[in-house]
């Protein structure tokens, strides 16, 4: 099996990005010991405080990010850090050229329960145009140059995307190696498989209720075939999960809370899942257009979420064509 920074190599990837992605990896590591010690390694639970976002924090959490941006800057090839955990950019370098955004632990809460949680990154490069703080981050997914996720379960993986398809990488932990275990992810066009959270149904738009609901019916309804449901309550497995057998994720818009229609950010976990999925063959929209396309006007911005097998992900956006509505993600003025 291959080692990563070989794999990079021959991809023709340039020196110092191998170095920013390594680095990643290099506090993925130390992310992983933390969480496998579990209790052993005092950890776990909540803080008092609660992020950005308004979430409250776990302790790994806090860590993480620590460590993740600690690193990065230490690199001194990063030129700032955009952290879900953090309310502002946070600067390193002003000679460096590249802009990392990361959510430290995706999926935190499965903490506590011993679930499957993750790391989700993203790599752009500094704008050509003049640009500080917030400024530098406000590019569009199309204009990633590397993005992936590290997740922490049975075994600890790596799947990644320099923008030439999606490879997955296991940690030999005999050896401190993240070694090559699939070359090319691809993702099959139709699935039967479906991933939500249904406890928000009564707030869904009309088109995700006639979605899921269709679904549901399996052979007896107009699909005329059964789905399973899967969810385990952290994207970065979740998503995962439909990259390694295919499948369909979402997490739509939803009216529960009008302040934050959308649950997940836009460039911490959309845009690196989305580069990650088009790359594999798969198609990434919010219901309304594609989500490597959209301008971000903040670095915390939210968007709704629907995600995977192009024919599947196809026929749910035909529900939003078919069953018109506002859109529950614009503020109405």
Request: hydrophobic share 40%; charged share 20%.
């Amino acid at each position: 099996m291959q080692r990563l920074i070989p794999v990079l190599n021959n991809d023709h990837v340039p020196l110092h990005l191998i170095s920013v992605i390594n680095t990643l990896l290099i506090a993925a590591k130390e992310i992983s010991f933390r969480l496998h010690q579990g209790s052993l390694a005092g950890t776990l639970g909540s803080t008092l405080d609660e992020n950005v976002q308004g979430e409250t924090q776990k302790k790994l959490d806090v860590v993480s990010n620590q460590l993740i941006k600690s690193m990065l800057l230490e690199t001194n090839l990063v030129h700032a850090v955009a952290s879900e955990e953090e309310d502002f950019v946070v600067m390193g370098n002003p000679d460096a050229k590249y802009l990392v955004a990361f959510d430290p632990l995706d999926g935190s809460s499965n903490i506590d329960i011993n679930g499957s949680v993750g790391t989700i990154f993203s790599i752009l490069e500094k704008p050509d145009h003049p640009a500080e703080g917030t400024e530098l981050f406000l590019q569009t997914g199309d204009e990633q140059i590397a993005a992936g996720y590290i997740l922490y379960g049975p075994s600890t993986m790596l799947v990644l995307t320099t923008g030439n398809g999606v490879k997955m990488f296991t940690l030999d932990h005999s050896i401190g190696e993240f070694l090559l275990t699939v070359e090319k992810v691809t993702l099959a066009e139709q699935t039967q498989e479906f991933a939500i959270n249904m406890s928000n149904r009564r707030f869904w738009t009309s088109p995700m209720e006639h979605y899921i609901s269709d679904l549901l019916s399996g052979e007896l309804g107009v699909r005329k075939k059964n789905f399973n449901m899967r969810w385990n309550a952290a994207m970065v497995s979740d998503v995962h999960r439909v990259l390694s057998r295919s499948g369909i994720f979402m997490y739509p818009a939803d009216c529960k809370n009008p302040e934050k229609p959308c649950k997940l950010r836009l460039m911490y976990e959309a845009n690196p899942m989305s580069f990650l999925v088009e790359q594999a063959g798969g198609r990434s929209s919010t219901g309304y257009e594609r989500i490597m396309s959209i301008q971000p006007t903040d670095i915390h911005e939210r968007v709704s979420v629907i995600m995977g097998s192009r024919a599947e992900v196809d026929t749910c956006l035909g529900y939003y064509k078919k069953y018109q509505c506002d859109r529950p993600d614009t503020p109405k003025v």
